[in-house]
């Protein structure tokens, strides 16, 4: 029946005897313009599927973009991971190729991916041109949010707000500097999903068409090697993952995703292990935006490959690439030449870590700082009095109050925005500067939120607080006024309310808790920064999940 449907579909009888069938998960979306070029990159990906000898079969799948979904895009990260998971498990196929691009998305395939338990392989859409607006010749999306701000001061006029608008993205394609979406196709190579040198490659290039070609015909390779991903995930490729992380600058938001692909398969990293790591490894890479250049000019500097061939000792090299050789020989062929882009081990920025882990009475279960691109270390050791908003109306409406009691040394906090309470982190924990301040010219400050922020922005900007408000976590309890401390070097966030004082306070209430649809299952079952932010029935059972924070989830469905 299988081979007779098909043929109605026009594939010949010697076609549907193909062997190995393999699905491709394609989110190409017109909702999704970072992954509308993979709608043409699919031909490519067939046309090496059968090369090997196997059968490709196209199924769409959800397509979540960044922008374009509301409240947050994490919010269905883990139904396209359902979507996906089913699609693999049910469907009548051997292994599949992966095809995602925009942040979410990437994630979302690989966690649905682990779960069914099929060969899988990736292949992202790649990065969108460099562009250039009125003299500037490189511009790239991170150049937005400078630009937002001076539109939000008066600035900018509306004729060159309009040619700003037609000049920021000239392609489809992925965010163009070590966003979150670059970062996730690197944290793909490393853990053996993509193949090696394939994450920088811009997208519609006759490059990322090569790639799409060879992924379909190593697809095939994966189903006879019999390669589950189950397999490629353990605690050596997570520690790969991060560690390259690490020396990218790399997105905040890849420490969730890695914590749910842990999560997928029984482990968990843990905030401990995530703080060594990120003591121990450099930040070498001077890209966007946390340094100088451009995505190209990183792939042109030796890319991925370039760094992780640097560090090299801190790897575990018995791990496996999605060619199914293992790191240690990939990377004995590449030679670290020395550049601008790619810092040595011996220059002086290599020796902070550009995502640093904090935990303290504030932060119980942990939080992250990205300190690359950072404008001002003055603020990584830095005590100050919270100005405290709840949630994005209260901050709409006040921060550029010229009364707002705040000054440069202040501390701004953004709160009821995490996994329950927006619900699904939205990316808006990089607070703007008061506007009454930045007509000062204060450019930097010490923000907390249980929010995310976009893997294009940069700042000293806590995140991932936990647990979240919304869940009775400490920051539910600030008030204006109160000291906090920010330390990065030791890696501590914390307040120094009197503990009585503290306990007698009011928390902040989140609104009522959804009742039905998507919505009631996610606020029912989101587990906090620290477990991925996966559902707890996702994960793999043997993956552990402290008892306090189930008993607060409950106590939030019931209101
Ligand atoms: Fe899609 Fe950045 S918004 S990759």
Request: charged share 25%.
């Amino acid at each position: 029946m299988h081979r007779a449907f098909l043929r109605g579909g026009g594939f010949s009888a010697e076609e549907v005897r193909s062997r190995p069938v393999i699905g491709i998960a394609n989110s190409a979306s017109d909702l999704n313009p970072c992954n509308m070029g993979l709608a043409l990159l699919v031909k490519e990906v067939k046309r090496g599927v059968k090369a090997a000898g196997g059968l490709p079969l196209e199924f769409p799948t959800i397509s979540i973009s960044e922008p374009f979904t509301r409240p947050t895009s994490l919010y269905l990260r883990n139904l396209m991971s359902m979507d996906v998971e089913e699609m693999i498990s049910v469907s009548p196929i051997d292994g599949v190729v992966l095809m995602g691009g925009c942040d979410k998305t990437v994630p979302a395939q690989i966690m649905g991916a682990i779960s069914a338990g099929k060969p899988s392989v990736m292949v992202t859409a790649g990065p969108r041109p460099v562009s250039c607006h009125r003299g500037n010749a490189s511009v790239t999306v991170d150049d937005a949010w400078p630009f937002c701000d001076r539109r939000r001061v008066g600035e900018v006029d509306d004729q060159e707000w309009l040619e700003f608008e037609g000049n920021l993205n000239v392609g489809v394609g992925t965010c163009n500097v070590m966003g979150t979406a670059s970062t996730m196709a690197a944290i793909a190579e490393v853990l053996g999903f993509a193949l090696p040198g394939s994450s920088l490659a811009e997208a519609g290039s006759a490059e990322r068409r090569r790639i799409a070609y060879e992924t379909g015909i190593e697809a095939v390779a994966a189903v006879q090697r019999g390669q589950a991903p189950r397999g490629l995930i353990s605690m050596d490729s997570l520690e790969n993952a991060f560690r390259a992380v690490m020396a990218l600058g790399g997105s905040t938001n890849s420490v969730i995703h890695l914590e749910a692909f842990a999560g997928r398969a029984g482990l968990q990293i843990g905030i401990e292990k995530l703080q060594t790591w990120s003591r121990d490894t450099p930040y070498l890479t001077n890209v966007l935006p946390g340094g100088e250049y451009t995505l190209p000019d990183f792939a042109e500097a030796g890319g991925l490959a370039g760094v992780l061939v640097r560090i090299r000792d801190l790897l575990k090299l018995d791990t496996h690439t999605a060619r199914g050789t293992k790191w240690r020989d990939e990377l004995s062929a590449v030679s670290a030449v020395e550049n601008t882009v790619i810092r040595e081990r011996t220059a002086p920025e290599a020796k902070r870590s550009s995502l640093v882990m904090l935990k303290g009475n504030l932060a119980p279960n942990g939080a992250v700082l990205k300190t690359a691109g950072a404008e001002d270390p003055r603020f990584f050791k830095h005590r100050g009095r919270v100005v405290v908003f709840d949630g994005l109306d209260d901050l709409n409406d006040r921060i550029d109050d010229p009364e707002l009691d705040v000054n440069a040394d202040s501390i701004l906090v953004l709160r009821g925005l995490g996994a329950v309470g927006a619900p699904g982190m939205p990316e808006v924990g990089h607070i703007p500067i008061p506007a009454k301040l930045h007509r000062q010219g204060v450019t930097e400050m010490v923000r907390l939120s249980d929010a995310r922020m976009s893997g294009t922005s940069t700042g000293v900007v806590v995140l991932h607080i936990s647990p979240e408000a919304a869940v009775g976590g400490p920051i539910a309890y600030l008030q204006d006024g109160d000291e906090v401390r920010l330390d990065a070097e030791t890696g501590c966030l914390e307040h120094f309310v009197d503990d009585q004082e503290f306990a007698s306070r009011k928390p902040f209430r989140p609104a009522d808790p959804p009742t039905r649809g998507f919505a009631k299952l996610h606020v029912s079952h989101v587990l906090q920064p620290e477990y991925g932010c996966d559902f707890d029935f996702l994960r793999e059972p043997s993956a552990p999940i402290a008892q306090q924070l189930t008993s607060q989830y409950q106590h939030k469905a019931e209101g």
